[in-house]
């Protein structure tokens, strides 16, 4: 037994190590740049850190207003210690979510050993599974409050199992599940779904038990941390995600299809048709195993959530889950998993991995349970070890080749690469004017600049609209212009800004090559990326030339 033990404990932490190499290398550079999510979340994490106070000049607000969306804030809070220790760089930002998801591979490996019996394998091949699952290898390598909302859900819901038969884990996990809910948006309404659906189909666990002190204790402090959560209801801050709620299609669909039914027929019916075929999608092989997430922000390219070979794993893991209903921990995954993509399920997006992360943890359960029971067909133990080592040399060859090559290369614009090389350029000319066209086609690049060039937090909030902090929770219209320092942030007045001397920044659509030599501009600056594809031009305006060379103008008359 204790040779067993002591090779459990030795593979766990040979996967950890595996995982700690895919979570961790290159994570400066992969994703290439820095999308404006993870700058936004570093800088307002600087900036609470140095003036206790985000961009706007709120004080320690209960929900960040990240270009108006109002996002839960514990992952920045959480990031305030690592900046303090390490600096506001990259790779502090990702590392949270690295950590959070080698703690991910931990919580599997619990939670299967607690329902594994005499299969000792069960836990560590889904410690495995997971730790190299290409959703789990996306998400550990970027900084998004995501991830740590994943970690803290998953803590919480393990903690909440292991709490039906130890009363004891029951107040922890209640009170996890309830910080979860300050974590993302999709755990601010998937947390207390969960912990109702769990007060009713385990009600004689929690409720009508010796250990309902524990739960109701839980539910108690639960709900207290829920008070701040309680007081933003009111506000335009808490529902500020409901324009992503498909409104408009199901009243095309009523309207359309369903012409002949009365409005309290046609559009609940048009709901749930929209709501189950979202729904299902999460469970789609196709959706899991073949096709990647359609946005390419969200997505390894030519490789799907999980490997296409695991979709053997998922229909035996599902055949698992059935013949086992009866029992507990069937019944548990199971609500975990049709609980899991609601809240994804509510908006638009037909397969969206970043809302619906929370489903990762029981699909690598239910992967594990199909996976280690086609193992036990496999008789000899030199056999299933070959195969193992087959299946992983493929899985990280395919992991190597779409995330660490094809990634970097072919999505290196959407994560942002280019706003450091900018901030640089802004840097390296202190004397000079800028202006930068901050177009639709553009993300937000003030918030780049700040985090790259560690703009003083008290001049970016003093660029900011007073209102705002005034009336932080209510202010959900956002704008990208802004001032800062030499660098003016907005779009281009092509009749006032080419008689200024300044250098005018855009991206390949913002100023032509026929505009550029009608105006005598100077190509100063250029960024491409690494398939060779313009990001930014930079031009160097000649207003002197313009007026001697160009049409008598009044605005050379000044």
């Known amino acids: 037994m204790k040779k067993t033990k002591k090779l459990s404990v030795f593979l766990l932490l040979a996967i950890l190590v595996l995982a700690g190499v895919l979570y961790f290398y290159k994570l400066n550079a992969i994703p290439a740049g820095l999308y404006v999510d993870e700058a936004v979340a570093g800088y307002n994490a600087y900036s609470l850190l140095k003036t206790g106070k985000d961009e706007y000049g709120k004080a320690f607000p209960l929900a960040l207003r990240f270009f108006g969306s109002y996002t839960p804030p514990l992952f920045v809070y959480l990031l305030i210690p690592f900046i303090w220790l390490f600096g506001l760089k990259v790779w502090v930002i990702r590392s949270v979510s690295g950590?959070?998801?080698?703690?991910?591979?931990?919580?599997?490996?619990?939670?299967?050993?607690?329902?594994?019996?005499?299969?000792?394998?069960?836990?560590?091949?889904?410690a495995l599974i997971f730790a190299v699952s290409p959703w789990t290898v996306f998400y550990a390598r970027i900084g998004y409050e995501v991830t740590l909302a994943f970690f803290v859900y998953s803590l919480a819901s393990l903690l909440l199992w292991l709490g039906l038969k130890k009363p004891?884990?029951?107040?922890?996990?209640?009170?996890?599940?309830?910080?979860?809910?300050?974590?993302?948006?999709?755990?601010?309404y998937l947390a207390p779904l969960l912990m109702v659906l769990l007060l009713i189909f385990f009600r004689k666990e929690f409720i009508f038990s010796k250990g309902k002190r524990a739960t109701f204790f839980g539910l108690g402090l639960a709900f207290l941390v829920q008070l701040p959560q309680i007081f933003l209801i009111k506000t335009a801050a808490f529902w500020n995600k409901n324009d992503l709620f498909?409104?408009?299609?199901?009243?095309?669909?009523?309207?359309?299809?369903?012409?002949?039914?009365?409005?309290?027929?046609?559009?609940?019916y048009g709901f749930l048709r929209e709501f189950c075929?979202?729904?299902?999608?999460?469970?789609?092989?196709?959706?899991?195993?073949?096709l990647p997430d359609p946005d390419p922000q969200r997505s390894i390219p030519r490789l799907s959530v999980f490997y296409g070979f695991m979709v053997l794993f998922y229909l035996v893991g599902i055949y698992q889950l059935y013949i086992n209903r009866k029992k507990s921990w069937a019944k548990y995954l199971l609500i975990l998993s049709l609980s899991a993509p609601i809240p994804a399920a509510l908006t638009g997006d037909p397969f969206s991995t970043q809302r619906a992360l929370p489903l990762l943890l029981p699909m690598a359960i239910i992967l594990a349970l199909g996976g280690e029971r086609l193992m036990v067909f496999i008789k000899k133990r030199w056999q299933r070890l070959l195969i193992i080592a087959l299946l992983m040399v493929i899985s990280l060859f395919q992991l190597r080749r779409g995330y660490f090559i094809f990634l970097p290369q072919e999505r290196a614009r959407v994560w942002g690469l280019g706003f450091k090389e900018l901030a640089e350029f802004i840097r390296s000319r202190p004397q000079e004017k800028f202006l930068i066209d901050q177009s639709s086609r553009i993300k937000p690049v003030y918030i780049e600049l700040a985090f790259f060039n560690l703009y003083p937090p008290e001049k970016i909030q003093e660029a900011a609209d007073p209102a705002v902090a005034k009336n932080y929770y209510a202010k959900t219209v956002f704008t990208p212009f802004c001032k800062l320092e030499n660098v003016d942030i907005r779009n281009i007045e092509w009749e006032e800004d080419i008689y200024k001397e300044q250098i005018i920044i855009g991206d390949e659509l913002a100023v032509s090559p026929d505009q550029a030599k009608e105006h005598f501009f100077e190509k100063v600056f250029e960024v491409r990326d690494p398939l060779d594809i313009l990001i930014f031009n930079g031009f160097s305006t000649n207003p002197r030339e313009k007026c001697e060379k160009g049409l008598s103008d009044i605005h050379c008359l000044r």
């Open 99 to 126: 950590l959070s998801m080698l703690g991910g591979i931990l919580i599997v490996f619990f939670f299967l050993k607690s329902i594994a019996g005499k299969r000792k394998r069960l836990s560590l091949t889904g």
């Open 168 to 188: 004891k884990f029951r107040i922890a996990g209640f009170v996890l599940l309830s910080i979860s809910a300050y974590a993302a948006h999709t755990e601010k």
């Open 246 to 268: 498909y409104t408009k299609a199901i009243a095309n669909f009523a309207k359309t299809r369903l012409a002949g039914l009365p409005p309290v027929l046609s559009i609940p």
């Open 277 to 290: 075929s979202q729904t299902l999608t999460y469970f789609s092989p196709r959706s899991l195993f073949f």
